[in-house]
C-alpha cells in the first residue's frame, strides 16, 4: 500500500476506533484503562493524519472525509444512534483534541442534549450549522449567532497557523457581527442566556467580540476602529491555542507553573498577531496583550512601568469579564446570573480595576437599570430605580429602603451602585 493509500485509510480508522471507544466508555468508568488506551488510539491515529477529520451523515450513509464507509461496521451501531439523537449530521475532529478532549466529547454525547456542540478542536452540528453556518430564513434567535460561530472557529485556526487571508476572514466575521448589531437583530440573547456547559474558546471569543462591539458601537466610533476592536476582541485569547488542553480545562485551581504558562497567553498572542506577514492594525495586538492589565496596574503581564491599557483594550476587559463570570468553567460549578455578573463588573470598577465608564456603558447594553430593578449601594442599603439616569445609567434616580428617602446618585457625594439584586421592567414606548 503507498504511502497516500496509507493515509487515507486513516480517517476510517479512526472512526471505527471511536465506535470501539464510545462501547467501552458505555461500558467502563471513564478513568479505567480500558476507555483510556481506546482513547489513546483515537488520539494517535488523528495525530498520525496531521488534519481535521469530517464525518457526516446523510441518510443511511456515514461519509468520511470524501468516502463511504460501506458496509458500516457493528461497532459504530451504538455510536450512530447517538448521533441521531443529538441531532448530529456533520463533525469535524482536529488533532489537538487529545484524550482529554475525547472524553469530553464522549461526555457530552452521553448526554444526549440535541443540538449544535463547539469545543476546543470539535465542531458538530446539523449539515447547515457546520458547513454553511445556518440558514438565514431560521427564526430561531440563536440562528444568527450560532451562524457565525464556524466561521469563528475556521477563522481561529487560520490565524492559529498563520494562513495567509486569515485577517480578511476575522473582517469578515466583525462586519457580521456588527451587521447583527446594527439591524436591532437579537444577537446578544443568546450570549445573556445561562449557558450550562463551557463550549470555550470560540463562544468566547464570539461573545467577547459581539459584547465590545456593542459597547463601542454606542460612542458612535469610526468604523475602521470599529473593525479592529471588534477583530481584537476575536482573537484577544489567540495565545491560549498554544496551552495544551489537560491545563486549559483541568478541573480545581491551576499550580504555579501552570499559571505562569496560562498567565502567558496575552504576550504569547500579541507576538504571534505581530509576527503574521499581513498588516493588521497595531491595536489589534494591543488589545491581545492588555486585555488582563487593570487600570490600577493590577493585572498582567507586569510591566516594569506602569500605564493605563489602550482604552479599546479596556472595553474588550469589560466584556470579557462579563462572559468569564458568565460561562461554566472546570473549577467552578455553577456560572453567575447576570445580575451576580454584572455586580462583579461594578465592583471592579468601584476599585478602579475596569473603566467606569465602559461599565456604564455597557450596563445600558444589557438593559439592567430600568426603573424597578433593586439595587445594593456601596453604603450596604438597598434602593429602588424611579427614573433613568439622564447621561449614565448608572446614577439614577432612586427610592432608598422601602418608603424611604429619594435620592439623586447623579449628585457629587451619592453612593455608588455595587451590586444589582433584580433587573426592572424597559419602559414602554409612548409613541406606540
Ligand atoms: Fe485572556
Ligand atoms: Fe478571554
Not at 292 to 298: E, K
Not at 308 to 331: I, S
Not at 382 to 398: K, R
Request: glycine share 8%; net charge negative.
Amino acid at each position: 500500500m503507498s504511502a497516500t493509500d496509507k493515509k487515507r485509510e486513516l480517517p476510517k480508522q479512526f472512526v471505527i476506533q471511536l465506535g470501539k471507544l464510545f462501547q467501552a466508555y458505555r461500558m467502563y468508568p471513564p478513568g479505567t484503562r480500558h476507555v483510556q488506551d481506546a482513547a489513546a488510539r483515537c488520539a494517535e491515529i488523528m495525530r498520525e493524519f496531521g488534519e481535521p477529520i469530517r464525518l457526516t451523515l446523510v441518510d443511511e450513509d456515514v461519509v468520511v472525509e470524501e468516502d463511504v464507509l460501506y458496509p458500516v461496521p457493528t461497532q459504530l451501531n451504538k455510536i450512530l444512534s447517538s448521533f441521531s439523537t443529538l441531532e448530529w449530521e456533520s463533525m469535524k475532529f482536529d488533532p489537538k483534541l487529545g484524550v482529554a478532549g475525547l472524553i469530553e466529547v464522549l461526555d457530552h454525547i452521553a448526554k444526549g442534549e440535541p443540538g449544535s456542540y463547539i469545543t476546543v478542536g470539535f465542531i458538530a452540528g446539523s449539515i447547515q450549522i457546520v458547513e454553511e453556518g445556518g440558514d438565514g430564513e431560521d427564526n430561531n434567535v440563536a440562528a444568527g449567532y450560532l451562524g457565525i460561530l464556524p466561521m469563528v472557529q475556521e477563522m481561529m485556526d487560520e490565524i492559529a497557523n498563520g494562513r495567509r487571508g486569515s485577517w480578511m476572514r476575522a473582517r469578515e466575521v466583525t462586519r457580521l457581527i456588527t451587521s447583527h448589531i446594527v439591524a436591532g437583530e437579537d444577537l446578544f440573547s443568546p450570549i445573556l442566556e445561562m449557558k450550562d456547559y463551557d463550549q470555550y474558546t470560540f463562544t468566547h471569543a464570539l461573545n467577547v467580540s459581539a459584547l465590545s462591539l456593542g459597547i463601542a458601537r454606542r460612542m458612535d466610533l469610526p468604523e475602521k476602529l470599529l473593525d479592529s476592536i471588534g477583530i481584537g476582541a476575536l482573537c484577544h485569547d489567540l495565545g491560549k491555542t498554544r496551552i495544551s488542553y489537560e491545563i486549559l480545562r483541568k478541573p480545581g485551581k491551576l499550580n504555579d507553573e501552570e499559571r505562569e504558562i496560562m498567565n502567558r497567553h496575552p504576550v504569547d498572542g500579541a507576538a504571534h498577531i505581530l509576527q503574521m506577514e499581513e498588516s493588521i492594525s497595531p491595536l489589534v495586538a494591543v488589545i491581545a496583550f492588555q486585555h488582563h492589565m487593570r487600570m490600577d496596574g493590577t493585572g498582567y503581564p507586569a510591566l516594569k512601568v506602569s500605564q493605563p491599557p489602550h482604552p479599546a483594550a479596556m472595553m474588550v476587559a469589560v466584556a470579557d469579564t462579563y462572559d468569564a463570570v458568565r460561562t461554566v468553567r472546570p473549577y467552578q460549578k455553577n456560572a453567575m446570573d447576570q445580575h451576580a455578573a454584572m455586580s462583579i463588573l461594578l465592583k471592579e470598577a468601584a476599585a478602579n480595576r475596569l473603566h467606569p465608564v465602559f461599565v456604564s456603558i455597557f450596563a445600558r447594553t444589557l438593559g439592567l437599570f430600568y426603573p424597578g430593578a433593586k439595587l445594593v449601594l456601596n453604603d450596604g442599603k438597598e434602593a429602588t430605580i424611579l427614573a433613568e439616569g439622564e447621561y449614565d445609567v448608572l446614577q439614577p434616580l432612586v427610592e432608598i429602603g422601602e418608603g424611604g428617602e429619594i435620592a439623586d446618585l447623579s449628585l457629587p457625594g451619592s453612593p455608588t451602585i455595587v451590586g444589582v439584586i433584580e433587573g426592572g421592567e424597559p419602559p414602554a414606548d409612548p409613541w406606540e
